[in-house]
């Protein structure tokens, strides 16, 4: 069982670059959120969504895309990247309940450390 | 210890001690309440939650208070291990999921 597993691990890109990064999980979960760490900051929600098909902005969505095609998986897009996105992206998935958090405790991946030059 | 928001503490303590690492939270509606464990290069890994209903939950070697009528919350590790040291952070519900910048554990041999 892998759990939540974030594709790639590490990028860099030139400012103006696009990519995705893909989150997969394999636990049926309904909810997957879309999350930045930065340094001495916690963790700051940009998109999530509550089921196949839907999503929706979270703290900071300016800058990213989101779609969810099918329920396990969760890709998250830069339409052209900026040194401001310099970051660690953490991708998480929770099972549904009650509010988008659930009040259950969410599963992460291990990141991927994206820089932009 | 630590506040959502604030820049990263740190705690050392030797190998066999207890260890209590502190989360100030902001808001007196939040609901529920979780305590995660981050190691260098890794993901964050759940290690207990509370509801706001309880007072104090109890896992492995691990123990959470939950103090409303202050608004602070803390996690209590038992006989701490070198392989305790990591990042340590809270996260409270409020509607809104909002995450502390963490605690660096260190743990000397």
Known sequence: NAGVTQTPKFRVLKTG?????LCAQDMNHEYMYWYRQDPGMGLRLIHYSVGEGTTAKGEVPDGYNVSRLKKQNFLL???SAAPSQTS????ASTQHGQGIYSNQPQHFGDGTRLSIL | GESVGLHLPTLSVQEGDNSIINCAYSNSASDYFIWY?????????????IRSNMDKRQGQRVTVLLNKTVKHLS???AATQPGDSAVYFCAENMGDMRFGAGTRLTVKP
């Not at chain 1, 670059?17 to 990064?21: A, E, F, G, I, V």
């Not at chain 2, 464990?37 to 939650?49: A, L, R």
């Open chain 1, 88 to 91: 660690v992206y953490f991708c």
């Open chain 2, 37 to 49: 464990k981050q190691e260098s290069g890794k993901g964050p890994q759940f290690i207990i939650d």
């Open chain 1, 77 to 79: 897009g830069l339409e």
């Open chain 2, 75 to 77: 996690l209590q590790i």
């Open chain 1, 17 to 21: 670059q696009s990519m995705t990064l």
